[in-house]
């Protein structure tokens, strides 16, 4: 999604001759297997920005980029329990200054709002009533498409074996289908980025990292329909739901993680110990959920980096070389106004969408990581033998 994203806002700017390489097909990894969760509550402030400038892309997908992303303005609900009703006040006060639209509502108004939840009476959540979901092929392949129309040449089945430099310039990259000259080259491979710095002495320290989400029959009391239910994290269970068309519901976990031995392992449907997991936690708010049948599910990799932030901007020491990687999870609502920054710097100089400047991929070796006001990991839910790769607060789309 994020390469797709690139490809497309730099052929909206006029840039010519702009080459989209994908070793498999778009959509075939992350982006194709994503919650596709589009919400704007972070707790970092630079993250918030970006989010909230991608979402406009979303509303606005056919007038802006054309054909449907399947984007369905739910409502969303960040809800938390007394362990951070401070935290959520905080965070929703400083987002509200820069501009996102949310609220706080108590437990009463969480059951409006939402009324087949089952309440204990200590919830808090910042309700956002523009965010929802998308289709994350759809998004992809729109934004590959739209790419195409404006002049972007589309190469699926072609991977990037090399990268070319001479001297601290980058020439272009190699292929398998030979080299390509290229005065400007943007990695947005997430994990697979790093085989391809490490001959140039750049380690971005990316963890792979194994998520995944289960479909099924949306049961009673759930409403029926694409947002006929709130999309909802619910930090006190780690747990998350969407809908997903008119009669399923999306579940996933936030606190639930699998390293990757091999980064392209094709894993199976779902790893064991999830589906179990994933229905305890969710079915505590909405019973329903313990025996609802199962319809399908899936996983992909995440690039997580070390502040869980991604890393966007110049790659050091190599002039024309740009990265887009390190999503940690959470680069498919952002992607629409990643790729309008990086744009933006590529033909202005300057990204203007958003401040992407805290993004720099430097900025570890600077001594200064990004960081914000995080949430209580959930009580229990957390794959006990994984809580190394979590984080202090856990990984949560
Ligand atoms: C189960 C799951 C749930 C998620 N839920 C959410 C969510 O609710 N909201 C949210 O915002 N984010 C979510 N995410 C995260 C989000 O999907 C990712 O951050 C995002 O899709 C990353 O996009 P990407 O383009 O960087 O990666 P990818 O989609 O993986 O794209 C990278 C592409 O690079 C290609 N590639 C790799 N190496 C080469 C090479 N050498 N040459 C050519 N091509 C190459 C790959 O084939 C791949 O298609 C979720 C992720 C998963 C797995």
């Known amino acids: 999604m994020v390469g797709s994203a690139i490809a497309f806002h730099l052929s909206r700017l006029g840039v010519p001759d702009v080459l989209l390489l994908e ?21 970092n402030l630079d993250e918030a920005r970006i989010a909230l400038a991608a979402l406009p892309w979303f509303e606005e997908w056919p007038d802006r980029v054309g054909g449907d ?15 951070d009703h401070a935290t959520l006040r905080h965070n929703t006060a400083l987002l509200r200054d820069i501009g996102v639209t949310t609220r706080l509502v108590d437990h009463a108004e969480i059951g409006e709002l939402e009324p087949a939840l089952r309440l204990t009476g200590d919830e808090l959540a910042a309700y956002e009533p523009r965010s929802g979901y998308a289709d994350p092929v759809a998004t992809t392949r729109g934004f590959a498409r739209a790419a195409g129309r404006l002049g972007t040449q589309v190469a699926e089945g072609v991977a990037v074996t090399g990268l070319r430099t001479q001297g601290d310039r980058i020439l272009g990259v190699h292929t398998d289908a030979g080299p390509v000259d290229a005065p400007t080259v943007v990695l947005a491979n ?3 980025s790093a085989a391809l710095l490490s001959p140039l002495g750049i380690a971005p320290e990316l963890t792979p990292i194994w998520a995944q989400v289960m479909f099924v029959a949306r049961p009673a009391p759930l409403r029926p329909g694409p947002a006929g239910h709130l999309t909802i994290i619910d930090r006190a269970n780690g747990c998350y739901l969407r809908p997903d068309g008119p009669d399923r519901t999306l579940l996933g976990l936030s606190a639930y993680r699998r390293p990757m031995a091999e ?17 305890r936690q969710a079915s505590r708010r909405i019973p329903g959920l313990s025996d609802a049948p199962r319809v399908h599910g899936h996983g992909g990799p995440l690039d997580v980096t070390t502040d869980r932030r991604m890393l966007l901007g110049p790659a050091p020491g190599v002039a024309g070389l740009f990265l ?27 990204a203007t969408s958003a401040p992407i400047d805290p993004f720099r991929p430097t900025r570890f070796a600077e001594g200064q990581p990004l960081s ?11 794959d006990p033998d994984r809580r190394d790769l979590l984080g202090e607060q856990g990984l949560i789309h």
């Not at 070793?23 to 707790?43: D, N």
């Not at 980064?263 to 229905?279: I, K, N, Q, T, Y």
């Not at 952002?334 to 744009?343: E, F, H, M």
Request: aromatic share 8%; proline share 5%; hydrophobic share 35%.
């Open 190 to 192: 997430g994990n697979w």
């Open 372 to 382: 914000g006001l995080e949430y209580s990991l959930p009580a229990d839910g957390v």
């Open 324 to 350: 887009a990687v390190g999503m940690s999870g959470g680069g498919f609502k952002k992607a629409p106004a990643i790729g309008a920054c990086l744009a933006e710097l590529i033909v202005d100089g300057k």
């Open 23 to 43: 070793r498999g097909e778009v959509a075939g990894r992350a982006s194709g297997r994503s919650g596709a969760l589009v919400r704007t509550h972070y707790p």
């Open 69 to 83: 992303c399947g984007f369905r303005a739910t409502g969303f609900l960040q809800m938390v329990d007394g362990r």
């Open 263 to 279: 980064l392209d392992e094709e894993r199976g449907p779902e790893e064991p110990g999830f589906a179990e997991l994933v229905r």
